[in-house]
């Protein structure tokens, strides 16, 4: 199953849903590209660390560096920090924008801080003629930085578990978040990302919705996502494992019917 070319296509369509990848987001020749981009990781069964290191920290071309889409569908301060928090991080942070998280940990300040990493990148067009539909280049500015609406301070890049952290001059803010997402000991990206493949294989997440992980939505069965969490981590992050490990478990090969 998991070296047929059918396996690369099925779950492309889940990513490409999941990455906004349609032609009123990512131009006719782009949407191409980030496709076969996609489909190219999971045929070679990319490390799901270095994917999502790739769309975060992805610069340059849209055409000719396909992860840089991740930029064009999000375009602007805000959708970045909130798609990425709850693709990767299982955190509906969009609720904290406004005021504090009304059902969670998630506050003002943690929101705007989140946007810190986001808030240097900038997009520019390469034919204008095309109504914004052709060929983005990716950068980020050496400045820029995020003020909050209702006290006015300047918020300084904000991390879970971590706090306000100081990034040299000079260096890619969006590195650093990297960095941190993507490190085996991080108590949400291993668990969001092993969440997610279960629900897609079993119908339902053990925590349900699969992108809203918080205190007053716990998972259904704690220790087994903590134990998928942790075998997925130190496998490096290899999705063929994990998927290897769920197919042939007893939970999964039971009857469907009661």
């Known amino acids: 199953l998991l070296d047929r070319p059918e396996y690369a296509t099925f779950w492309t369509m889940r990513w490409a849903d999941l990455l906004q990848l349609k032609d009123e987001t990512v131009s006719g020749r782009g949407v191409s590209k980030y496709h076969h981009w996609i489909v190219d990781a999971f045929a070679e069964n990319m490390p799901f660390d270095e994917f999502v290191r790739q769309l975060l920290t992805a610069e340059g071309s849209t055409f000719l560096n396909p992860p840089a889409n991740y930029y064009r569908t999000l375009d602007k301060t805000d959708e970045c920090t909130e798609a990425t928090a709850q693709l990767f991080l299982g955190v509906r942070i969009q609720c904290a924008k406004c005021h504090n998280h009304p059902f969670d940990r998630w506050t003002q300040d943690h929101y705007y801080g989140m946007g810190a990493f986001f808030h240097r990148i900038q997009r520019v067009g390469v034919d204008k003629k095309k109504g ?75 925590v349900e919705p699969v992108d809203d992980f918080r205190d007053s939505n716990p998972p ?39």
């Open 132 to 206: 914004g539909k052709g060929e983005l280049l990716v950068s980020t500015a050496s400045e820029g930085e995020v003020t909050h609406p209702r006290t006015g301070r300047t918020m300084l890049p904000w991390l879970p578990g971590r706090g306000e952290v100081v990034v040299p001059q000079g260096t890619d803010r969006r590195e650093v978040f990297a960095d941190w997402l993507t490190r085996p000991d991080n108590p949400w990206f291993a668990r969001t990302a092993a969440n997610r493949i279960w629900a897609y294989v079993m119908g339902r997440g053990i």
């Open 220 to 258: 259904v069965n704690g220790p087994l996502l903590d134990a998928m969490a942790r075998d997925f981590a130190e496998h490096g992050f290899d999705r063929t494992h994990l998927l290897r490990v769920i197919l042939n478990s007893r939970t999964y090969q039971a009857s469907s019917r009661s």
